[in-house]
């Protein structure tokens, strides 16, 4: 991976992400799709990261139609470097827009990260692939259970073609399985437990809830399957544990059993299932910065499977040292969408109430002081009296190896031995004696308070982009307008201090 540069690259713009599709339906040239790219990795092949691709190969066709500059091949000379637009920087070699945006499918993107497989994110790379082949395969990344439902349920050769590397496919899909939480294996530092998907990219996921199956059922799980030609990650343990955790071994269930107890063999029993999405950390090499976008998500107030926290949890140091810059979450509805018919989905009430919960945990972190460290001064008269205990030792004829004041000195065997301790043991003897310890021999470099402060714009700086819009086909106001004036009045009272952005299809955000 890139060496970290996390000072030098502070103020300078680390990650671009592009929005292919910023809407929830039904209106289908505009549902969920995202290209994210390192900025300092330029245009070159593999540069680009696919979030979701419930569009694709359009809206990149319709965005370069849009931007463009007309005279291509007469006045202006081909190649030529785009000078605007979200793909400002990058060189074209034909005056047709299709024909370029074929290009940025074919060898700017290597690796697609999926969410869930509901047809709203993933349709456009579905229906893309087969027709644009490249000297590679595509690489589908996600959960195991994401997986599992694209083997079973998509390139099954009877919804699609098995465009896949496994069960005697075509070979031009491939498939990344991730541990949940990230694989204690992979990457250092910071970095630990990110994936890399591109030169400077890397990726660590978890899973959220996104709202329960509406029939009762025995609950469905999934057999074991071929892994041969596809990268399993998920091999390494999950350190996030039992709560929203993935088996590693074969794919998990899209749908998660919310009933508690165990089964009796051979018996299956109604239970209700909950829809698994995710939500991933997507983390520039270079200088650190990260966004953290989510799939589809229920709030954890209403769900049968509440796993936003820990992702909050996991968020808040990032905001507390400024390292995440930008949240993209779902918010379908407005606030006039009851709780029955969420669907598993947000609306403003509940995204605030989120960013709340999120808000707690940074202002945790926040508070959390420093490790106790000696002073100086206090340091040298610790190291002074340990070595006035060991010249003491030394004369009454005990072992003179060198000790230091935080070693510990075996016993010596006289005829008067300490007393065992309560497990049987001998207690060793410390060098420094306890009773020379104090606690004002520490100073924290922060006091920690007496109760929990709320302090006013925790999340300051923080940008939270809104996607996932559903149209509402009404001819009063928008439904981006109608969640964004719900939104800034909850702010008003939360006082949160982030920016609300309705993402639109076609915007370029650089962070």
């Not at 500059?69 to 000379?77: E, N, R, S, V, Y």
């Not at 910071?190 to 996104?210: N, R």
């Not at 960013?355 to 100086?376: G, I």
């Amino acid at each position: 991976m890139a060496k970290q540069d996390g000072t030098k690259n502070a103020s300078k713009p680390a990650l671009q992400v592009i929005v292919l599709g910023s809407g929830g339906g039904p209106q289908e040239q505009n549902v969920t799709a995202f290209l994210v790219r390192s900025v300092r990795s330029g245009w070159g092949r593999g540069s680009i990261v696919a979030l979701d691709a419930g569009v694709h190969l359009s809206a990149i066709t319709r965005i370069l139609e849009e931007t463009q500059p007309a005279g291509l091949g007469t006045h202006i000379p081909l190649p030529h470097i785009l000078e605007s637009g979200p793909f400002a920087g990058m060189e074209i070699h034909s005056t047709s827009a299709s024909t370029n945006a074929a290009y940025v499918t074919r060898h700017l993107i290597d690796a697609y990260l999926i969410t869930h497989p509901h047809l709203d994110h993933i349709s456009g790379f579905v229906i893309n692939t087969a027709g644009l082949p490249g000297a590679r395969p595509k690489r589908i990344v996600g959960l195991p259970s994401t997986i599992s439902a694209f083997k079973t349920h998509i390139f099954n050769n009877v919804i699609w073609p098995n465009l896949s590397d496994e069960n005697n496919g075509a070979g031009l899909v491939t498939y990344t399985r991730l541990v949940e939480g990230g694989s204690p294996a992979l990457g250092d530092g910071d970095g630990k437990g990110y994936l890399e998907v591109s030169d400077d990219l890397a990726v660590k996921v978890f899973s959220v809830s996104h709202g329960h199956c509406m029939e009762r059922h025995a609950h469905r799980g999934s057999s074991a399957s071929s892994r041969f030609g596809s990268v399993d990650v998920s091999a390494h343990a999950s350190p996030r544990g039992p709560q929203g955790s993935i088996a590693p071994s074969g794919p998990s269930p899209f749908l998660r059993s919310s009933a508690a107890g165990h089964q009796s063999a051979g018996q299956e029993r109604e239970s209700v299932c909950v829809y698994d999405s995710s939500a991933y950390f997507i983390r520039d090499a270079i200088s650190g910065r990260e966004v953290l976008m989510f799939g589809d998500v229920e709030p954890d107030s209403v769900s049968l499977s509440p796993r936003n926290l820990g992702v909050w949890q996991e968020a808040a140091p990032r905001i507390a040292n400024g390292n995440l810059a930008a949240i993209f979450i779902e918010c379908s509805y407005d606030d006039s969408q009851t709780d029955d018919r969420l669907y598993g989905h947000l609306t403003p009430r509940y995204i605030v109430q989120e960013m709340k919960a999120l808000a707690a945990e940074v202002e945790s972190v926040r508070q959390t002081p420093a490790k106790l460290e000696p002073n100086k001064k206090r340091k040298r008269e610790l190291e002074e009296s340990g070595r006035r205990t060991n010249r003491i030792i030394a004369r009454s004829g005990g072992d003179d190896a060198p000790v230091s004041p935080k070693s510990m000195r075996p016993h010596r065997n006289s005829g008067s031995a300490s007393a065992p301790s309560e497990n049987g043991l001998d207690t060793p003897h410390i060098s420094t004696p306890t009773a020379e310890i104090s606690l004002r021999d520490f100073e924290p470099s922060a006091s920690p308070p007496l109760t929990p402060r709320h302090t006013s714009n925790p999340l300051k700086g923080l940008k939270v982009v809104i996607i996932h819009v559903k149209e509402s086909f009404a001819d009063d106001e928008s439904p981006r307008d109608t969640i964004l004036s719900e939104l800034l009045e909850h702010e008003k009272e939360a006082q949160l201090g982030c920016e609300f952005i309705v993402s639109k299809s076609g915007q370029s955000l650089v962070f």
